[in-house]
């Protein structure tokens, strides 16, 4: 049986102050035409080395980003958090503020889903928020 993890709910203000940090098994390389592209290692279970006696499995995947990809890509360095990326982001590409943040929070959502970045979150706040939603009670 399989347990899926469930993730902690944060806040708006959780979400903000996470800073997004890169998986380091993955590379990445410069394409044309200034694109980044990001070599992620195929990750390999029991079933992978079966299958890949049989048929023929890439040992990696290669994913193209753009200019805007490119840069946020590289400001997930575990120093910037998300809220200082939309202010940054909406300032150098001259995008409205919200439409920076409902992009970007896509975009990372998506890296997040593909394990290619991870976030570093305040203990502190996830502990009061998990208090407060009434998932974790105090005695």
């Known amino acids: 049986m399989i347990v899926k993890r469930k993730r902690p709910k944060l806040t708006r203000e959780g ?18 035409k200034g694109s980044l592209i990001l ?3 195929v990750r390999k279970d029991r079933w992978f080395g079966i299958l890949s006696r049989i048929l023929y499995f890439p040992r990696e ?6 200019e805007i990809g ?12 998300v809220g ?3 202010g940054k982001l ?4 001259k995008v409205n503020p919200k439409e ?3 992009s970007l929070l896509g975009f990372l959502r998506k890296l997040a889903d593909k394990r290619l970045i991870g976030f570093l979150i305040d203990t502190q706040m996830a502990a009061d928020t998990v208090a407060r939603d009434g ?5």
Do not use: Y
């Open 15 to 32: 979400t903000l102050s996470a800073k997004p940090i890169r998986n380091q098994a993955v590379e990445e390389t410069r394409g044309d």
């Open 39 to 41: 070599i992620v290692p």
């Open 61 to 66: 995947k290669k994913i193209s980003l753009d």
């Open 70 to 81: 490119a840069w946020v890509w590289h400001k997930c360095d575990g120093k910037a958090s």
């Open 84 to 86: 200082e990326m939309i």
């Open 90 to 93: 909406a300032g150098e590409f």
């Open 100 to 102: 920076a943040e409902v």
């Open 135 to 139: 998932v974790l009670k105090q005695s």
